[in-house]
């Protein structure tokens, strides 16, 4: 008797980046939720977060849901999963993408956020699409990121800048 393979994806309903005082800092929703709902969900879990001790369990069981964070400097990752999703695997996809992070922003902080959150949904996008990992390859990853910024940096003219007196 063959025994069918299971395969379980992991499904992530939304992404909070918050500062250790409590301000949002990056967002994704990869479920469908009022935005009056997304900002109670936000600060509640914020608020709830924040209460928790250093040594308390990265893991709360929240509603019909857990609630899966990691503290890296001064911004708090966190996500939430199904119930029946595994919490390790949620911490090494925070993991890896604080690890893009820092590869690309040399040690990412609170203000390299703040001031290029693009960058940073754009590296979100690239690594996980409709709450499941899409591309494992840091380097492909990063790849992809190099090739953006080379694009952008074509579409702005050379000499333009300088030309208005802002160069």
Known sequence: QVIP?????????????????????LQKWFSSYPDKTKKKLTREIITNILGRGTKMSSFIEWNDMKIVYKRYASLYFCCAIENTDNELITLEIIHNYVELLDQYFGSVCELDIIYNYEKAYFMLDEFLIAGEVQETSKKNILNAI????????????????????LG
């Open 5 to 25: 393979a299971t395969t379980t994806s992991l499904m992530i309903q939304f992404l909070l980046l918050f500062s250790r005082q409590g301000k949002p800092r």
């Open 146 to 165: 190099r090739l953006q910024d080379f694009m952008q940096e074509e579409e702005t003219p050379q000499g333009l800048f300088e030309d208005a007196g």
